[in-house]
């Protein structure tokens, strides 16, 4: 994307963006400040989570993928060169660590889909009509029925503005130049979904 | 972020999955406690957790469930299965597969599992099998080091 430049990102005013707030804990943290770390993790864990989630792994096993994560940064952290780099090192270390997994186990669950959804409330929503009204059950009826790739690239984006497609691609099986499409084609395809169900 | 990037869509299913599948409780402080006691003076490879199932079939209680650990790293896989002793202990059996380096012959491991109260080592034998008869419920960690040699895999902590 042209559009995700560092210095000139339009809208991230309003609040200080994670990646700013990632940047400024780990410059500290390579200042010696070793609390810093502390705070990045507690900012950054809960990205890296729905991150790993995003490719399907089990409960156990993504909590795994987060905590390796983090290990690999305190022993590789020297190789993040910038310091506006960390969050995309992270989202890709962890991204890369879930691949991993997912593909030497050929049991990790796409079960759990199911029992997400089957653990919701069933919501009347309609009389919702705003997106941010919409709550979280009756938006997951529209997505769940996204096929998996759609499901997983909308999740990742979702919590990374500014996604490595380059690793993305190679992840999903992708060629990189089709993943800004696919990426507007998930899009548009659940906003129909949403617009059909009269959520919209 | 740019223009997008805030899709309001996506806003919403960012709310979405933060609302209905949120991180574990705790998972930060786990973090944060692996990261304290990861010594780093010690160069090693990390074991990732590829399986973990819970065996269910004939048991009262959460107490009473096996557990079946499964991790790799390049070049290695470890199998734990974790049985419940009484309810404070666990009995781990575990079973290491190497693949063998160039020369054929794989050095001597020891296994040693870090827990809180302290760390408990066990020889690995020679069809790769090692146990740990009776250790305390709680936040656990495997090292499997290799003897006369700097080669050491970790595993993450975990529950058992």
Known sequence: MAASDVTGRPGAT?????????????????????????????????????????????????????????????????????????????????????????????????????????????????????????????????????DERCQRLLRIVAFDDRPDYAGLAQN?????????????????????????GGQL | MNAEDRDPLLVAINRMYSE??????????????????????LEYELLTMVHRSQQLAGVRSADDQKLVLEFTAVGMTVMLRVSPVDAGHRRIDG????????????PDLTASLWQEQGTHTAG??????????????GLTRLDLLATGSDSAFRTTLFEI
């Open chain 1, 14 to 146: 309003e609040e200080v963006s994670v990646w700013v707030r990632a940047t400024a804990c780990f410059e500290r943290w390579q200042g010696g400040e070793s609390a810093a770390l502390d705070e990045l993790v507690r900012l950054m864990t809960p990205v890296l989570w729905h991150t790993v989630r995003a490719y399907g792994l089990s409960q156990a096993a993504a909590e795994d993928a987060v905590q390796n994560t983090w290990l690999a940064l305190v022993r590789n952290g020297h190789q993040v060169a910038q310091a506006a780099a960390i969050g995309g090192w992270l989202l890709t270390t962890a991204r890369r660590t879930a691949w991993r997994t997912k593909t030497s186990d050929g049991k990790a669950t796409a079960v759990e889909d199911t029992q997400l959804a089957a653990g919701l409330p069933s919501t009347a929503a309609a009389e919702t009509s705003a997106l941010e009204e919409l709550a979280g059950s009756a938006l997951w009826e529209h997505v769940r029925t996204l």
């Open chain 1, 172 to 196: 999903l099986g992708m060629p990189i130049g089709s993943i800004g499409p696919t990426r507007r084609r998930c899009l548009d395809k659940l906003r129909s979904s949403l617009e059909k």
């Open chain 2, 20 to 41: 209905l599948d949120p991180p574990p409780a705790g998972l930060t402080e786990r973090v944060l406690a692996a990261l304290a006691v990861d010594d780093l003076d």
């Open chain 2, 95 to 106: 079973w290491v597969t190497r693949t063998a380096d160039a020369s054929g012959d794989a």
């Open chain 2, 124 to 137: 690995v034998g020679s069809h790769g099998r090692f146990e740990f008869a009776g250790v305390p419920r």
